[in-house]
């Protein structure tokens, strides 16, 4: 349908934003429900974020999405940040309200818990402790929201031991009583043992990155290995986690959950996450190998 100047107007920031899925996402969803929308990448400077989020009310978009390097920059720059944002420290998603106030969430944990239940339906936060390789922003999404869902040990896993301590000390305080731990990289494959989902969030394993070397033998294979990284959409870890057996969670599937909260924002519809939104972003990732 055509854009006209009564168009619905969101985007996605970072830098750079290139790369960025989401205009392919959102720009579906405005066709499929007939909306009169626009969706727009939106290349800005890490020095420049603030004063470009603040911007967002009077250039008339109804908020955006927001990459790196700017989710602790719009953690800043909204006027109010909800429950969610607030414990994870970060703002991915920038809301603007009728009267042109900015709201601020983070939707990273509940896209990653949708994916992870649309594709490991029978996973139970019971039937073992959960292991998470990564402390980064997105980590510590995961980290919380599985916290949330009732796991009652989480294994942190980091190449820097340091980080790893200090985020589960961080995630002590919220969540008092349940066993977190944080695990050196040394002893990372040893950490598989017993436990009942596998998280990978770290950067290895993604395009031009190296690939794990993580052993899985002592991994039940009734645990899913969870991939937070989409380019390649299968990695190498979860090749051969496939290989062995364990059911899978791609990361592809995260991307899409993520951006369902904003879009009911800007769209004025809560937008579904099915296999024709899959597959026009899976065209897209294959036309860029």
């Not at 969706?39 to 989020?53: C, G, K, N, S």
């Not at 090749?239 to 364990?246: D, I, N, P, Q, Y």
Request: aromatic share 4%; hydrophobic share 45%; proline share 5%.
């Amino acid at each position: 349908m055509l854009t006209t100047g009564a168009a619905r107007v969101a985007g996605v920031m970072g830098w750079p934003i290139t790369h960025s899925l989401s205009p392919v996402l959102h720009g579906h969803w405005f066709r499929r429900h007939g909306i009169d929308g626009a969706y727009v990448p939106l290349a800005v400077r890490p020095d420049d974020a603030i004063a470009a989020i603040r911007m967002l009310p009077k250039l008339g978009f109804l908020g955006c999405n927001v990459t790196q390097p700017h989710k602790e920059a719009a953690f800043a720059a909204v006027d109010l940040r909800d429950a969610v944002a607030a414990r994870m420290g970060v703002v991915n998603t920038v809301m603007v309200q009728s009267d042109g106030s900015l709201i601020g969430t983070s939707t990273d944990g509940a896209g990653f818990m949708a994916n992870l239940r649309e594709q490991a339906p029978d996973w139970r936060p019971e039937q073992g402790p959960a292991v998470l390789l990564g402390t980064g922003g997105a980590a510590r999404a995961v980290a919380i929201t599985l916290l949330d869902a009732g796991v009652l040990e989480l294994r942190l896993v980091n190449r820097t031991v340091a980080k790893a301590d200090a985020l589960a000390a961080d995630l002590r305080l919220i969540f008092q009583g349940r066993r977190i731990d944080a695990v050196g990289w040394q002893e990372r494959s040893a950490a598989l043992e017993g436990a009942g989902l596998l998280v990978q969030a770290t950067s290895l394993g993604m395009k031009g990155q190296p690939n794990h070397d993580l052993q899985l033998d002592g991994l039940p294979l009734s645990a899913p290995v969870a991939e937070l990284v989409y380019v390649p959409l299968e990695t190498e870890l979860t090749a051969r986690a496939r290989r062995r057996g364990h059911r899978i969670v791609d990361g592809l599937g995260m991307l899409l959950h993520q951006a369902v909260p904003g879009f009911a924002h800007w769209g004025g519809v809560t937008p579904t996450v099915d296999a024709e939104a899959r597959q026009i972003v899976l065209e897209v990732l294959r036309s860029r190998r």
